[in-house]
């Protein structure tokens, strides 16, 4: 790695349908190539959701949150750029021009692509936050309980006119300052 040049995240653009076969054949790409220092990781963002079925029967399924789209960290180069860019199923990256824009701190934390370890976890227990992101965006509330091992913390919110504990991911609540 070039000193200086962090990985960053990018968005592929792909073709209906090919979000999880682009992601297995650029895995199969760095794998077979030795790009390990240059693409560390890539990742089709979903969602387990419960639906109910013609009988009436309840089921989970999986859902894309981005259809067509595959996210990338990698260090930016153009042998990199070739090499994904065509990759079957692939129609470019979001950018100007088709090339890479990568993707700021505050959309990374929003869409759940970093995991936080618990020691770069500053918010505990008693702590006010604000959640960040899903159905409850904007709520502030006081910190309950965390679960380091899920990576979920309790956070109890007024709803209603009632104290309502809410179960998230680290990832969508902030620190209130």
Do not use: C
């Not at 790695?1 to 349908?17: A, D, F, R, V």
């Not at 990759?87 to 993707?103: A, I, S, W, Y």
């Amino acid at each position: 790695m070039e000193k200086g040049q962090q990985p960053l995240w990018y968005i592929i653009h792909t073709y209906s349908g090919y979000e999880n076969s682009v992601e297995k054949n650029i895995r199969n790409k760095v794998e077979n190539n030795g790009l390990q220092d240059q693409i560390f990781d890539i990742k089709v963002l979903t969602e387990e959701e419960t639906v109910e079925d013609k009988n009436g029967k309840r089921k989970q399924v999986t859902r894309k949150l981005f259809p067509s789209y595959v996210f990338i960290k990698m260090i930016y180069s153009n042998p990199i750029w070739y090499l994904v860019t065509q990759t079957e199923g692939v129609t470019g990256f979001v950018g100007p021009q088709g090339r890479p824009q990568p993707l700021t701190p505050e959309e990374v934390k929003r869409n759940g692509l970093e995991t936080i370890k618990l020691e770069d976890f500053n918010i505990k227990v008693g702590d006010n936050v604000e959640i960040i992101s899903g159905a409850l965006t904007g709520f502030i509330g006081s910190v309950d309980s965390i679960d380091s091992e899920h990576e979920k913390i309790k956070v109890i919110v007024s709803m209603f006119g009632r104290e309502t504990p809410v179960e998230i991911d680290f990832t969508q609540v902030e620190k209130r300052k």
